[in-house]
């Protein structure tokens, strides 16, 4: 809902979620009951940025997380591909994040393209020599 919601605001659509959560009802694989209580979500706020901050959805995904986590846990651990729910955990944890680990991407691409990097503690771009920085330690 949120790819076709930033898509429907880029190109100007105005798509009414809630009203294509009614139209996918009928021959959608998805269960009606689930559909309706989207649906629901839009008409209570047509604006909602996503179903993780509707009320409803939001305390029913808080509990349900702790399970969600074991069942992805247990899959990686029995060598079982889950793509579409471990992708949909990670998804989750980001959402609800001020701040996400890009710093590592960051420094990979400042380290192999010296394309600089910004800090959290201070304004501006910064470039390090990685490289020397790590063969200093190594040679101590």
Same mark, same amino acid.
């Given at each position: 809902m949120n790819i076709i919601k930033a898509k429907s605001a880029e190109k100007?659509?105005?798509l009414n979620l809630?009203?294509?959560a009614r139209i996918w009802k009928g021959g959608c694989i998805i269960r009606?009951?689930?559909l309706d209580r989207i649906k629901k979500a839009y008409d209570r706020n047509?604006?909602?940025a996503s179903l993780l901050?509707? #009320?409803e959805f939001a305390q029913e995904i808080m509990d349900r997380q702790a399970a969600w986590r074991r069942v992805v846990c247990l899959a990686i651990n029995n060598g079982v591909s889950t793509p579409g729910m471990s992708a949909s955990l990670a998804y989750f944890d980001s959402y609800r994040r001020d701040r996400l680990p890009a710093n590592l991407v960051q420094a990979q691409r400042d380290y192999f393209g010296a394309h600089t990097y910004e800090r959290v503690d201070m #304004?501006?771009?910064f470039h390090t020599e990685w490289f020397k920085i790590?063969?200093?330690i190594s040679n101590n």
């Open positions: 100007g659509w105005g809630g009203e294509l009606a009951i689930f047509p604006g909602l901050v509707d #009320p #304004p501006g771009s790590a063969r200093n």
